[in-house]
């Protein structure tokens, strides 16, 4: 299996424009998560979704970033406007039925 | 809530030596113990993890880890540490029945030549 499949692996964005970052799961997941990587917050949970359906999005920054997941093999994670703190890796992971988690190779994102 | 709490944020172990990253938990109910690895610019791999049975786990690599319920650790361990073990490790936990993870800070394995 390809495993999680996430593009773009690095982004570079001005401050104020919109940044979407995409992400394929594992063939058969039924399990989506967005994490936010940081070093002064770790790892943090935005949002998962369980059979395309958004179930928790409660670690969602704010109303800048939104997620959706159109069907079983897409979905998106969208922040507009941008801005310099949102600076950090974004992962995407998936997984069969909760059981175990398998990420993907992470979004670098720079907003400056 | 459920949280994790890694005590270290590195550990320098000298190849060839055993190795330890502790990792202690709270949840309630019975929990689900995981450990993850993350080389440089690269995502979460999995390692292995405790969700009943045998209180003493192996996982990728050599790797184990060794559940304890009394005093709620979870901590990594593998008997002979190797330079390419160098990364970061993330111990996580969700309780039973889980959808999601809650990680801990991370702890930073440094193995010298």
């Known amino acids: 299996d390809a495993g999680v499949i996430q593009s773009p692996r690095h982004e570079v964005t001005e401050m104020g424009q919109e940044v979407t970052l995409r992400c394929k799961p594992i063939s058969g997941h039924d399990y989506l998560f967005w994490y936010r990587q940081t070093m002064m917050r770790g790892l943090e949970l935005l949002i998962y979704f369980n059979n395309n359906v958004p179930i928790d999005d409660s670690g969602m920054p704010e109303d800048r970033f939104s997620a959706k997941m159109p069907n079983a093999s897409f979905s998106t994670l969208k922040i507009q406007p941008s801005e310099p703190r949102d600076s950090a890796v974004y992962f995407c992971?998936?997984?069969?039925?909760?059981?175990?988690?398998?990420f993907g190779e992470g979004s670098w994102l720079t907003v400056v | 809530a459920q949280s994790v709490a890694q005590p270290e944020d590195q550990v320098n172990v000298a190849e060839g030596n055993p190795l330890t990253v502790k990792c202690t938990y709270s949840?309630?109910?019975?929990?689900?113990l995981f450990w993850y690895v993350q080389y440089p610019n690269r995502g979460l791999q999995f390692l292995l993890k405790?969700?009943?049975?045998?209180?003493l786990v192996k996982g990728s690599y050599g790797f184990e880890a060794e559940f304890n319920k009394s005093q709620t650790s979870f901590h990594l361990k593998k008997p002979s540490a190797l330079v390419s073990d160098s990364a970061l490790y993330f111990c996580?936990?969700?309780?039973?029945?889980?959808?999601?993870?809650?990680f801990g800070k991370g702890t930073m394995l440094l193995v010298s030549p």
């Open positions: 949840v309630s109910g019975n929990p689900y």
């Open positions: 405790y969700i009943t049975g045998d209180n």
């Open positions: 996580a936990v969700a309780p039973g029945g889980y959808s999601t993870l809650t």
């Open positions: 992971a998936s997984s069969y039925s909760g059981n175990t988690i398998y």
